[in-house]
């Protein structure tokens, strides 16, 4: 089984949806990443989690919230979806004390 | 707002030769530097990291880290078709950033047959 799965991997929406895309990790891992990737743009941080009660903002966070619902899971929502919000999403996590992130397999996520 | 450099390419090369990549950084403070590679449309994959106190040689892959210039390389030997994808660089960030990774925007690497 993958260490670190997302849900759904492909998911085609409409403007003014709610949607939420799911993060889950085996690894153990304490920290917990959010980023989305455009073409052109490179990988930007959206959110990232040390632990169930530290949640932060990164560069781009506004339109998005998240939740940490344990140490396994961290859920990405978009409250209200945006067609400049078309993009591949990817969570990551990082083991402790350490910096290096390991990548889920990530969501393509298209908003008409 | 720390930045990491690279060159987009396409870096082309023939089959068995070097490929070398490069990145710059912004933040002196810098202390973890990370290769990631990524096929089209799948996830970035760790690769290589190094820590400012050495370069790294794992296999067909060396990462060296030139400080005193903010530049980090990769360089694969014997480089292969199956080579060929695009080459994130990362970096961490310094003080209270020290768990985020700035990332560059990636070299697009072609290995011809």
């Known amino acids: 089984d993958a260490d670190v799965t997302q849900t759904p991997r492909n998911r085609i929406t409409k403007t003014g949806k709610r949607i939420m895309l799911e993060c889950s990790q085996t690894?153990?891992?304490?920290?917990m990443y959010w980023y989305r990737q455009d073409p052109g743009l490179g990988l930007r941080l959206i959110y990232y989690s040390f632990d169930v009660k530290d949640i932060n903002k990164g560069e781009i966070s506004d339109g998005y919230s998240v939740s940490r619902q344990a140490q396994a899971k961290f859920s990405l929502s978009l409250e209200s979806a945006i067609p400049n919000q078309t993009a591949l999403y990817f969570c990551?996590?990082?083991?402790?004390?350490?910096?290096?992130?390991?990548f889920g397999p990530g969501t393509r996520l298209t908003v008409l | 707002q720390k930045e990491v450099e690279q060159n987009s390419g396409p870096l082309s090369v023939p089959e068995g030769a070097i490929a070398s990549l490069n990145c710059t950084y912004s933040d002196r403070g810098s202390q973890s530097f990370f290769w990631y590679r990524q096929y089209s449309g799948k996830s970035p994959e760790l690769i290589m990291f190094i820590y400012s106190n050495g370069d790294k040689e794992d296999g067909r892959f060396t990462a060296q880290l030139n400080k005193a210039s903010q530049y980090v390389s990769l360089l694969i030997r014997d480089s292969q078709p199956s080579d060929s994808a695009t080459y994130l660089c990362a970096v961490n960030g310094s003080g209270g950033s020290n768990y985020k990774l700035t990332f560059g925007k990636g070299t697009l690497l072609t290995v011809n047959p």
């Open positions: 990551a996590t990082s083991p402790p004390g350490a910096n290096e992130q390991f």
């Open positions: 690894k153990g891992h304490d920290r």
